[in-house]
T-cell receptor, first 113, second 116 residues
């Protein structure tokens, strides 16, 4: 299930199940979106990206869906494994001259054995 | 390719001292580097944008005299936390944009700063 912790919401899933992590982005002009995985004490690790002219993109075991109408992004992880346990962040490229990223609040994924 | 390193990976210092953190793009040239700060259980917050050969652009609420940024070459940016205090303790992460690919940022492994 999904719960809101002190700062990070947590999603707990059984090993082998599919995970869906959601993100609401802020700027309707953003044109590029990225999902990152962050393990404790490490920098963000690129997972998958999508441009605003697409609504779905698939990678290995991961799929990103983009709904521009409601400014919503989701990351689907198939057959979740213990190694998927981490914090997941979405980021939007503000499409401004500086190409700054704005990160979402993040979701902690806990994979239960 | 597109590897970014940070040094040191962790540092402990006394209150009142200054600490320099380096961010290097190892196999590409980075016209722009970004510095982020991350508190425990929170997201990455952009502190500043650093362009090679020019002054950094700081985000609202970030003290430029406290967090000095220098981007002297296309492969190196430094963040100096001046007169550090315990509230500056945080995880500092840099990222780099490579020339000609402005929408992609490559992230470093982060530096854990603890101020006693």
């Amino acid at each position: 299930g999904e719960s809101v912790g002190l700062h990070l919401p947590t999603l707990s899933v059984q090993e082998g199940d599919n995970s869906i992590i959601n993100c609401a982005y802020s700027n309707s002009a953003s044109d590029y979106f990225i999902w990152y995985k962050q393990e404790s004490g490490k920098g963000p690790q690129f997972i998958i990206d999508i441009r605003s002219n697409m609504d779905k993109r698939q990678g290995q075991r991961v799929t990103v869906l983009l709904n521009k109408t409601v400014k919503h992004l989701s990351l689907q992880i198939a057959a979740t494994q213990p190694g998927d346990s981490a914090v997941y962040f979405c980021a939007e490229n503000m499409a401004s001259g500086t190409y700054k990223y704005i990160f979402g609040t993040g979701t902690r994924l806990k994979v239960l054995a | 390719g597109a590897v970014v390193s940070q040094h040191p990976s962790w540092v402990i210092c006394k209150s009142g001292t200054s600490v320099k953190i380096e961010c290097r793009s190892l196999d590409f040239q980075a016209t722009t580097m970004f510095w982020y700060r991350q508190f425990p259980k929170q997201s990455l917050m952009l502190m500043a944008t650093s362009n090679e050969g020019s002054k950094a652009t700081y985000e609202q609420g970030v003290e430029k005299d406290k967090f000095l940024i220098n981007h002297a070459s296309l492969t190196l940016s430094t963040l100096t936390v001046t007169s550090a205090h315990p509230e500056d303790s945080s995880f500092y992460i840099c990222s780099a944009q490579r020339q000609g690919k402005r929408d992609t940022q490559y992230f470093g492994p982060g530096t854990r700063l603890t101020v006693l």
